[in-house]
């Protein structure tokens, strides 16, 4: 499954923010839609269009198997998770709504939720999770309120990796009649997601992440059984379709997909799904497998090698590949600054876009160094990144 490392010969630990390098394949479907395609998909009746639309088509198609959904139009594609999170959010929200979300949150879900309440529009709780980040289900049944909603939760976590248990979450829901969001930036491509299976109405996911493709890409899916109307579009304009009327398709996906797409990112997207889902041998299961062999691998040496070492990612909990640590006295931003300078080993320190989460780790407001592991990673390189911090702990920053 590995592959060489590029950039310079850099080790990349920083995937979780988004992944590099990408599969070979990824690039060549890149370079091929600009040199060969070209067109806008569904907008002229000539063979470049054709052919766009069916990239995207295809695209469509592996998404919405890659999550269980039947219909490849209930697949919207934007730019990425935070958009397809703020048109779940702000489309389906209505005056007055009672919204419940938890305390593992990303700024994507947190920020837009805080807007509306700031507006008045919805009254927002928070569901409190353990120290390990998984939320508390007693407490979410007693935040429950005839006026709850919606809820919104964070399917894996970008600081620690953990993993909600979102058939559980769901079961809450459902009895409830409460509409479920859940954000998959950074479980898909990781975590097996059945829509159906795990309850979920409505899922935001990155395609530049654990999907592999070029950033700028990402969407939101909506299950079958959900009612897409109850959505209200946050852009309108230009679909190809309706042209003659003033108003909006009411059919998916041209309902929320105004403009021209990133036909070229998505058929990157595609060749990524296409590399993890036919090319890595096992599959999702042997991603999973991968990565959490190089956490273990991590943890075990860290704890035993590096003075000072603190982790904050549970050993013993299903992961995405991310290691949250400090290395005690020292500042997360120069550990990861003289990662990068002197070693050449790209992670990310601070607070990752998700304030919310450290509070819960305890880890606000200096926040963590970060190591989040593709399957291009080897264990070669965490021996290498585990020198290094030894050496770092033996310098005064």
Known sequence: MNEPRTADNCIY??????????????????????????????RSGHPLSVRAGEIVFSAREAVASLFGVSHPMHVIFCSNATEALNLAILGITREGDHVITTGMEHNSTFRPLTELERRGRITLSMVPCSRAGIIDRVALEKTITGETRLMVVNHASNVNGTVQPLREISAICRKKN?????DCAQSAGVVDIDMGDDGIDLLAFSGHKGLYGPTGTGGLVISDGFDASMLVPLKYGGTGSYSEKPIQPPFLPDRFES???????????????????????????????????????????????????ISYTPADLLNTGVVSFNIRPNAPSSIAGILADTYGIMCRAGLHCAPLAHQTLGTFPRGTVRFSFSIFNTVDEIDTALDALEEITRREI
Do not use: Q
Request: a positive charge; charged letters at 20%; proline letters at 7%.
């Open 13 to 42: 630990f920083d995937n979780a923010a988004t992944s590099f390098p990408k599969p070979p394949a990824v690039t060549e479907a890149v370079v091929d839609y600009m040199t060969r395609v070209g067109g806008n998909p569904g």
């Open 178 to 182: 409460i509409i479920l969001i859940a």
């Open 259 to 309: 403009g021209t797409l990133n036909a070229a990112g998505i058929s990157g997207m595609l060749a990524g799904i296409e590399h993890i889902r036919n090319t890595v041998p096992g599959g999702l299961k042997e991603v999973r497998e991968h990565k959490k062999a190089l956490v273990a691998h991590f943890l075990e040496e860290a704890s035993k090698r590096v003075p000072g070492f």
